[in-house]
């Protein structure tokens, strides 16, 4: 559970959605439960994944007497990252850097739209092989629309993948990206197809990035809560500032500041914000990756998710319970059910979970 995702939308607006009162929750459940069920000497883990698993290891962080140990699938636990990073391990899961690789396809199509865009007939060539549903007066929006879908296909690159149709949707794009007899922006069109958001057809930038509202699925209002309730948590304490360079990574530069992202913020919901020293708050509060005093905690990572640039992926020499497992697979895939798709090193990273875990509680 997680106050304001899913069908949870407390009183008072987005005023209690914070880190400090999301993590009193849990404490407050943990305490309570121990009254209802009369289990106070039961050890309790925390576990979660994504933003969960940021929660779940500063759980045990900030309440040791509370969780004996934690898992943190996929936790990014600090925001104060490299800003070209991000987007250097999603390219990375292309294989960018391998001449005739897909990343470099993806690469050589949007350099094309920077560079033929305002060239007369070329625009048109551009938008007929990249089948887009309507005029676009800005080529920077085909490139984010682009990053986007990428990054997405990336981290979720795993068996059990929620943004499109196939197993292991980057290798399907690679695939597609590779094909014979394309040019690269119509290999880039037909990788863009493995997205669950465009499947086939146009392709609309605008609606790539719509939030769905108007629905009676119960599903779909927990989705638009979701969406609303992250962007009101990113625009006040829980933000990293990340650009592509176009060097090592396979997109076009961009130059996005803080202050951009105040602007964005401010017009989303209203108010004036500060980014920056908000994420310097949190940083400062929760440690990031300065976490050696803490103890008992498993951080595990795909090698294809891009979020591992944020969580802990080394090992702290001084603090030898804070264990990072690392896998072939996604976006808090050790943290789902078995799959017969499941990589080998993945399997590896679940038994050692539950050793760890079964030698700590003793």
Known sequence: FLSYYGNSVPFGGYQYLTIENALADFVYFKQRMVGVVGSSKSPWVSSGGSYGGFLAAILRLKHPEDFVAAIAHSGPIELAIYPYEYYRLVSETFNF???????????????????????????EEIMRDLHLCSPVNNPAHISFVVRKIFTSLAEFNTASCTTSPFVFPAEEACRRLLEPGL???????????????IGSGCISLTSHLEVPVHTESRDMVSAKNDALSWAHQVCSQYRTLSNSNGATDMFLPTKLTWHDLDNACSRQFGVVVDLKTAVNQTQSIYGGRDISYGSHIIFTNGLSDPVRAKSLTSPLPSSPTLVPLLFDGGHVQAGHFPSPYDSASLSIVRQNITRLISEWLL
């Open 183 to 197: 040019t690269p922006l119509q290999a880039l069109y037909k990788a863009m197809l493995v997205s669950k958001k």
């Open 97 to 123: 850097e391998e001449a005739g690789s897909c990343g470099s396809v993806v690469a050589a199509a949007l350099k094309y739209v920077e560079a033929n865009w305002y060239k007369g007939s070329k625009q």
